[in-house]
């Protein structure tokens, strides 16, 4: 089996690693940035790397592709690549736009091909277990996903900018909007968000044309009547410690991450004493990749990877809860 990354930045390390260790047969990189390309190819004992990614795959002709560049580029790349039939993963968030974001679940429907996003904590096994709690009832109904993550301004300056990774309700929450709905298997209905720009004026993100909004706070309905309550800044000024805590709580008790869900948790039900579950701290990119490998391989994986309608159905909320900011009403969730 062959693999091409495209992008070689952090997440294309990260990817091209974990293929290599996955025992592909071989794997390139492509990157604009040349020296990246090499670099990246090089450090990871990689024999091949392109600077156009078109270029790449039509000449290394590879079996799958993964997509770690930033995310207004995602549509373009995962497009091209499914077009000239080849299995592809894209990191998340799906796409920054919503056209984008159809544009990819058009070309996903019309396919046979092996296509995910990667929404890696659905790997954890910290995080399957809670599934196994919350289907067995252990909180009751409904539940109530709480996360608060404050963090200081981004050290990369494409997560602080609209235009590019579009800030923290577009590039970090989907991971969360996305558990819930891996959890319980409802899709998320409305939502409403208030919403401000904390690093606007500070000296770090001056480069930026266009800041995204980075400090939300969102409530997002689900099916059913669960819902997700998001505190989430990347706007503190840099030092600053934040918080990052998340937790599931239910009529019947509460399941609270240390401090994430996937890392481990406790969880008191019925007022007994709390059960603690480590998680083993395995590499999710490694596990997400090999899943992957094995669905291309076989047909078949034993991982629910996350698909391209899960994608954007993440991506409808974090789109949603910007119009709700602008607009300081409750926002209906788009549907592909
Ligand atoms: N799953 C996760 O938990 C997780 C964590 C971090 C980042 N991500 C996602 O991974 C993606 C990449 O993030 P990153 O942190 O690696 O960013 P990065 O800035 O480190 O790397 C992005 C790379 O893409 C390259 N690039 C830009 N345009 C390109 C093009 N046209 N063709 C080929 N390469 C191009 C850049 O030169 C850069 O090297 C983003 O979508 C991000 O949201 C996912």
């Known amino acids: 089996m062959k693999v091409l990354v495209v992008g070689a930045g952090a997440m294309g390390r990260?990817?091209?690693?974990?293929?290599?260790?996955?025992?592909?047969?071989?794997?390139?990189?492509?990157?604009?940035?040349?020296?990246?390309?090499?670099?990246?190819?090089?450090?990871?004992?990689?024999?091949t790397f392109f600077t156009d990614y078109r270029e790449g795959i039509e000449s290394f002709k590879p079996d799958a592709v993964s997509v770690c560049t930033p995310a207004n580029l995602h549509a373009d790349v995962f497009e091209f690549s499914v077009k000239k039939g080849v299995h592809t993963l894209c990191e998340k968030p799906l796409a920054l736009t919503l056209d984008q974001g159809r544009r990819m679940v058009r070309a996903a429907d019309r396919s046979e091909l092996k296509l995910a996003i990667g929404l890696q904590r659905r790997l954890s096994e910290s995080i399957l277990k809670i599934r196994g709690l919350l289907h067995a009832g252990t909180l009751g109904s409904p539940v109530v996903f709480s996360v608060e993550n404050w963090a200081e301004v981004r050290f990369k300056l494409a997560?602080?900018?609209?235009?590019?990774?579009?800030?923290?309700?577009?590039?970090?929450?989907?991971?969360?909007?996305?558990?819930?709905?891996?959890?319980?298997?409802?899709?998320?209905?409305?939502?409403f968000s208030m919403g401000t720009?904390?690093?606007?004026?500070?000296?770090?993100?001056?480069?930026?044309?266009?800041?995204?909004?980075?400090?939300?706070?969102?409530?997002?309905r689900y099916e059913g009547g669960n819902w997700l309550s998001l505190d989430i800044s990347w706007g503190l000024p840099r030092g600053t410690k934040g918080t990052n805590s998340e937790a599931i709580h239910g009529p019947l008790g509460s399941i609270?991450?240390?401090?994430?869900?996937?890392?481990?948790?406790?969880?008191?039900a019925q007022g007994k004493p709390a059960d603690e579950y480590e998680a083993v701290q395995g590499n999710l990119y490694d596990r997400e990749i090999a899943a992957f490998k094995e669905w291309v391989l076989k047909g078949k994986t034993e991982h629910s990877l996350a698909s391209v309608r899960d994608g954007f159905s993440a991506l409808a909320v974090s789109v949603a809860a910007?119009?709700?900011?602008?607009?300081?009403?409750?926002?209906?969730?788009?549907?592909?």
């Open 14 to 47: 990260n990817h091209l690693n974990g293929w290599l260790r996955a025992g592909v047969d071989e794997a390139a990189v492509a990157d604009v940035d040349e020296d990246r390309a090499r670099g990246t190819a090089k450090e990871a004992g990689a024999r």
């Open 197 to 220: 720009v904390f690093a606007r004026g500070k000296e770090e993100v001056k480069p930026i044309k266009e800041l995204a909004t980075d400090t939300l706070s969102t409530i997002v």
């Open 159 to 191: 997560m602080n900018d609209k235009n590019m990774n579009g800030g923290p309700i577009v590039d970090y929450a989907p991971h969360l909007i996305d558990l819930l709905h891996f959890f319980t298997g409802a899709q998320p209905k409305e939502v």
């Open 322 to 336: 910007l119009k709700s900011v602008e607009t300081g009403s409750v926002v209906k969730v788009e549907q592909p």
């Open 256 to 268: 609270v991450g240390t401090p994430e869900l996937e890392r481990g948790y406790h969880l008191q």
